[in-house]
């Protein structure tokens, strides 16, 4: 007991370690905050939109922001090609880039995790079989695989989501497969097995919980790469249709009219930075913190 | 008694520690980690500094000459007067380019895991000849030369071949030998060696102990010899300092520190370690953990674990104060001998 | 080393023949590659007629046959658009591809060595926050909105440079800056992260326990070490620079691969995709053989291996 007591002396509270993690880590804050916003954006689209995004008006059709001459409060940052309010379709395009993304990683995740698990603790023949298809399709210039596939499958949402969530999964089979081998040469699963615990205990007590860690940090990552690529898709004309606002769709339209109406093409760009942003601060900002190795050092 | 450290007490010592304080600023808070420590090293002597991980032993010695990482560290008060033949200076007050010029120099490292604190990607040979290069007049093929003579004194065989090696070629001991190399390149004043031996097997051990012993009484140098062995400081040091919590809290001649043990937590250390004299009182096992550092210390850092512990122990933390026999120092509010609480002056 | 050597070059002939096989079967993803590579509006018997003419009335197996067999002499098929060979079609665009993603990737390792290696060396400072800044925009910016953009602020309003076209050195700087700013990023973020993790090697404390000055530890014990984990991911990025100039081509109408990439798809001439894939997906495994073989030269850990 008094032992206890002198040793806690000097350590500081659980909540002030946490809040000096977190002020420590300012940028981790903003993207926290940031993502958070952008997710509620794409929830509450329909409410927060001034426009109809899919309205169109030919006789209003390339506005500039309100802020340029010629531009009006009426459409905060203009209007596009055919006369559409870019901010309402920005916001709805917030909807197409989240659906991706979260779809699509939570495939290449679930995919991934139980190839990975698969190989890491079968070994084997399993293990080389699976490890030989991953590095397989890592060693294709992953853009040229998704836009040779996204060309043969035509344009969907669902194919969108299908084709990322396929292709990111060999990155997590990778990771995860690597951490099962290291947590199971670790001593606390060693004297698991030795105390005779069973496969699947070990597989969901001990090696499960150790995954979701690195599995979540590079989820966010990974996150952030889909929707970037999704408007690459979109860009080239080959993810969701035409009808749909999405943020590549936008930027395709954009392209046409760089020369005199550059805001078509450069907001939906900005909101996919900010987007791209918020995921990789967050990211940054998990590691550090369930990395207990980097939190040691002030 | 030693004769060897009575003639030393008559030279002024080379090195002299005063009120040495270190801490590191962490998340979870700040860590005491040298708390006071002071010391004087003889010229020639080798001093062993004994204590468990986390006593302050390589953080002491490390900081002397700023190896310690900053920040997290941060040297917050001391003094470290060096003085050999040509210097007279105070360690700590020297600029970067000052310590650069005695580190390697005048004072030589060796440190605790040869496999790592080699670069993987330069032969042995040019790391060692890096150093000369950096602190004497040896250059080109002369230094190269001088390099080959060193590895043969530290008993590497066919040194002229083994120069263009790189270290994963060469065994844990053999590296360590490449590291003693390093540390005396320069005809250095004194050697601090890390826990040199932690990292090898038992015979090599023994084989890199000769080593440095040899070394130091044919080029005369001062070695600090950082362990948590007492089984291999009595094999090497002339002095032990026992530390523990980031303070000294003994310190004397090997055989009188060893045979009579003033301070409970040498008392219980020597206990832990196999029989090497008879009269060592029976305490096998200190119970307890090392103390936590996030907090400045007020009282004795052992009293928690000390089976001798009394009120005063509590309230003040016991300086160094002579015992009886010379050069024989301990911190502790209990007089072993006596068997009783010491009297303390208020 | 040999042995090494001998076995990466056995994987890399492994990887190559799994690529043939992938892309064999991704052309043929949607079950019927023929109503794939025909206009929409062409008709049942003109279907037919190219399905025979391309063989792919022909059991799976014979197919596979055939295509290995052709892929085994570089003969990937007819572009459907440009009636000609569609391999020598990909050969021809080399030049114009190389030029780009070695301008881009000299870009990217000019700013970023000297960038990773001060913000490395000083945590915390403005330097620091800068390289964490360029690491983490070039992770965020999609290079082609930013190739928009620069076409905006420095074709459009200056007039330094062109807005589309391979003519010269100047037309060469916008696409070169566009296609290397993720690279820029990403070994912005490498350099600096290797260079603080090996500053907490022991044996950069051995360096500095001998005296030697923080521009020699840099020189000679950092710089080497840095120069492994750079080389592992040149090569990674210079094969995701392929990828990347699908767009960068495609904007500043740049005649190379990428932009071929884009108009095979969009005229949906699969048999130059096929073409294209191969060679793409073969450079790349060629790409991580260099990429091992430099490693053996650079590290002697693997060097003096038996």
């Keep these: 007991m008094r032992i206890d007591a002198i040793d806690q002396r000097g350590v500081y509270s659980p909540l002030r370690r946490f809040m000096k993690l977190i002020l420590r880590d300012k940028a981790g804050l903003f993207g926290v905050i940031l993502f958070l916003l952008i997710v509620l954006i794409a929830i509450f689209a329909p409410q927060i939109s001034p426009h109809d995004p899919l309205q169109q008006n030919l006789r209003l059709s390339r506005q500039p922001p309100a802020w340029q001459a010629g531009g009006t409060w009426e459409y905060p940052l203009g209007t596009d090609n055919l006369g559409r309010d870019m901010l309402s379709r920005i916001i709805y395009g917030t909807r197409v880039s989240l659906t991706v993304g979260f779809l699509g990683v939570l495939i290449a995740s679930t995919l991934g995790l139980v190839l990975g698990m698969l190989a890491g603790y079968m070994g084997g023949r399993t293990d080389s079989f699976i490890m030989w298809i991953t590095n397989l399709f ?70 499960l919980p150790n995954l979701i860690g690195p599995l979540l940090t590079v989820a966010t990552f990974e996150m952030s790469g889909m929707i970037f690529y999704e408007a690459g898709l979109g860009f080239l004309g080959l993810s969701v249709p035409p009808n749909i606002p999405s943020w590549g769709n936008m930027l395709s339209a954009g392209r ?14 900005l909101a996919i930075v900010f987007t791209s942003l918020s995921m990789n601060l967050l990211g940054d900002w998990l590691r550090d913190v369930l990395d207990p190795k980097i939190r040691r050092s002030a | 008694m030693n004769s060897n450290v009575n003639s030393n007490k008559n030279d002024k010592p080379i090195l002299e520690v005063r009120d040495l304080h270190v801490r590191f600023d962490t998340v979870d808070g700040v860590i005491y980690a040298v708390n006071g420590v002071s010391f004087d090293l003889y010229p020639g002597e080798t001093l062993g500094v004994v204590g468990e991980s986390g006593s302050g032993k390589s953080v002491t010695m490390m900081s002397l000459l700023r190896l310690i990482p900053e920040p997290p560290g941060r040297i917050v008060s001391g003094t470290a007067r060096f003085r050999s033949r040509e210097d007279d200076l105070d360690l700590l007050q020297l600029n970067m380019r000052q310590r650069a010029k005695i580190r390697g120099n005048r004072i030589g490292f060796i440190f605790q895991d040869p496999m790592s604190s080699l670069n993987p990607l330069i032969t042995i040979g040019e790391q060692i000849k890096e150093s000369l290069e950096r602190h004497t007049k ?12 060193l590895l043969e004194h530290v008993g590497i065989p066919d040194p002229d071949a083994r120069y263009g090696n790189y270290p994963h070629q060469f065994s844990g001991g053999m590296r360590q030998r490449v590291m003693i190399a390093i540390a005396i390149a320069c005809d250095p004043d004194i050697i601090i060696a890390d826990e040199p031996t932690t990292a090898l097997d038992v015979t090599v051990q023994a084989q890199i102990v000769d080593l440095t012993r040899r070394l130091s009484e044919e080029l005369g140098i001062a070695v600090i010899w950082i362990s948590h062995d007492l089984g291999v400081v009595a094999g090497i040091a002339e002095r032990v300092m026992v530390m523990y919590g980031g303070t000294v809290v003994e310190t004397g001649v090997v055989d009188d520190l060893y045979a009579h043990p003033r301070h409970p937590y040498t008392v219980g250390l020597l206990g832990a370690l196999p029989k090497l004299h008879e009269n060592v009182p029976e305490l096998v096992n200190i119970s307890g953990t090392p103390p936590s550092l996030f907090a400045a210390p007020s009282r004795c850092p052992f009293e928690p674990r000390c089976p001798w512990a009394f009120k005063t122990c509590r309230e003040r933390r016991p300086a160094l104060e002579s015992v009886q026999r010379d050069g024989h120092f301990s911190a502790c509010w209990y007089d072993m001998e006596k068997d009783k609480p010491r009297e303390v002056r208020r | 080393m040999q042995r090494y050597l001998l076995s990466r070059l056995i994987q890399s002939v492994v990887l190559m023949i799994g690529v043939l096989v992938l892309v064999f079967f991704i052309v043929r993803l949607t079950g019927d590659p023929a109503r794939l590579m025909m206009p929409r509006d062409a008709s049942p018997e003109n279907i037919q007629a190219f399905r025979e003419a391309m063989g792919f009335d022909a059991p799976l197996h014979v197919q596979f046959f055939n295509y290995m067999r052709g892929a085994l002499t570089g003969d990937f098929g007819r572009s459907l658009h440009y009636r000609a060979p569609a391999m020598s079609l990909v050969v021809e665009r080399i030049p114009a591809t190389l030029e780009l993603a070695l301008a881009a990737l000299f870009f990217a390792l000019v700013v970023s060595i000297p960038l990773g290696i001060i913000g490395g060396t000083r945590p915390g400072s403005i330097w620091d926050t800068l390289c964490r800044g360029i690491g983490l925009i070039g992770q965020t910016v ?14 459009v309003e200056l007039r330094w440079f062109p807005t589309f076209g391979r003519d010269g050195l100047r037309s060469l700087v916008l696409p070169a800056i566009a296609l290397g700013f993720f690279p820029l990023g990403k070994f912005t973020r490498l350099v600096r992260a290797s260079v603080l993790e090996i500053r907490n090697e022991d044996y950069i404390r051995t360096a500095y326990s001998k005296g030697l000055l923080e521009q020699h530890i840099l020189t000679r014990h950092i710089f080497r070490n840095v120069a492994i984990t750079l080389v592992s991911i040149v090569g990674v990025q210079f094969g995701y620079m392929l990828g990347g100039s699908i767009y960068i081509e495609s904007i500043f109408a740049w005649p190379g691969i990428g932009r071929m990439v884009n108009e095979a798809v969009q005229a949906r001439d699969f048999p130059l995709v096929q073409a294209i894939a191969v060679f793409t997906a073969g450079f790349v495994v060629l790409l991580n053989l260099l990429t091992d073989i430099a490693y053996a030269v650079i590290d002697p850990r693997i060097r003096y291996e038996n």
């Design chain 1, 138 to 207: 890592l060693a294709v210039p992953y853009l040229l695989l998704v836009v040779v596939v996204a060309s043969i499958l035509g344009r969907s949402l669902l194919n969108v989501i299908l084709i990322f969530g396929f292709t990111n999964a060999p990155l997590f089979v990778r990771i995860t497969r690597g951490e099962v081998l290291r947590i199971r040469k670790s001593g606390y699963v060693e004297s698991a097995i030795s105390l005779g615990a069973s496969q699947g205990r070990i597989l969901f007590d001990h090696i």
């Design chain 2, 138 to 149: 040896w250059r080109g093929p002369e230094a190269r030369q001088r390099v080959v003579e």
């Design chain 3, 142 to 155: 999609p290079n082609f909105w930013l190739a928009l953009m620069l076409i905006v602020f420095f074709s």
């Design chain 1, 256 to 269: 046409q009219y760089i020369q005199f109406s550059p805001w078509i093409a450069a907001y939906p760009g």
